[in-house]
């Protein structure tokens, strides 16, 4: 008993071997993981800049888009007042058609004895002439 205790040398080697392995399966976890996380970086980094780019754009998009609804409003503003005004001067023109109606009414409606009073007057008219000529209708 005299001799100092080693213990068994064996098992001893066996413990420190299994800790570097771990040792060895963390730092290679770590490595992983960090290349991981720097193309997770770089991929949020590229696809921020490209959805800065297309908010930069679309936010151009509809500023062009609000410029053009207001010229689009003030074209139909502009259609309505000619609209308006065309109406009105269509009221007035059918108002005068309305007012003249009756007259071409009388023209169609009385056509034939009119025919018949003209007939009569051209033909006092022709006889008339030949009176005034010499000729006699005895």
């Known amino acids: 008993w005299e001799a100092p205790y080693t213990g068994k040398q064996e098992e001893n080697d066996g413990v420190v071997s299994i800790l570097g392995l771990i040792k060895e399966d963390v730092v ?23 959805q800065e780019a297309e908010i930069e754009t679309l936010g151009t998009e509809v500023t062009d888009m609000t410029g053009l609804v207001g ?31 009756p007259g071409c009414d009388f023209a169609t409606v009385n056509y034939e004895e009119r025919r018949k009073k003209r007939t009569i007057e051209k033909d006092g008219l022709v006889e008339a002439k030949a009176i005034l000529s010499g000729a006699s209708f005895d």
Request: hydrophobic share 25%; aromatic share 2%.
């Open 28 to 50: 290679k976890d770590r490595e992983k993981a960090k290349t991981a996380e720097d193309d997770a970086q770089t991929a949020y980094t590229k696809m921020k800049g490209e």
């Open 71 to 101: 010229e689009k409003e003030g074209q139909i503003t502009t259609t309505k007042d000619d609209l308006a005004s065309k109406r009105g001067e269509l009221e007035v023109v059918m108002k005068r058609l309305k007012d003249m109606e």
